[in-house]
């Protein structure tokens, strides 16, 4: 009995690709720029078909219309406004990705850091005066003062804890 043939595994180690939020977005906003422009036309002709043009409506009295008849008859959710809700949602969702990864990206530099002059005191006593000048130049005074108090004691003996 012969064995069926297998697929080659990628060079990814055939993972899935993790979509680019850039590349969603922009797919997003094209289709929902397509969609508005049909809707637009959409609304044209059926503004056509009930006469709109034979008649002068102001606007504010067309935004009472519209209103009226949303209000009343509380259609579902427009392609339109579901794609935009999704733009948004995504964009949402990498902006949050990013500032974890910028937190985790700190941490572990950080402990790194902290392993390091634990174990070489005068790399420490060499950045010292960096570190305290970065610490200062935070845009709040107080917090400025709070962090430098709260370093104080490890700058000075990083074996201190």
Known sequence: MTQPPQKAASKSGNKRRKPDPGEQTAALEAEAERVRAREEQRLLVAAGKAGYFRHRLTTPRLVEM??????????????????????????????????????????????????????????????????????????SAATAARNSAFMKGFLHNPDSG
């Open 66 to 139: 519209f209103r009226d008849i949303i209000e009343r008859d509380t259609p579902p959710l427009s392609s339109l406004a579901r794609l935009t809700d999704q733009v948004r949602r995504i964009r949402h969702r990498a902006s949050k990705s990013g500032r974890t990864d910028d937190a985790r990206r700190k941490a572990i530099l950080g402990g790194f850091l902290v392993a390091q002059f634990r174990h070489k005191p005068d790399l420490c006593d060499e950045f010292k005066s960096d570190i305290e000048a970065h610490i200062a130049g935070h845009p």
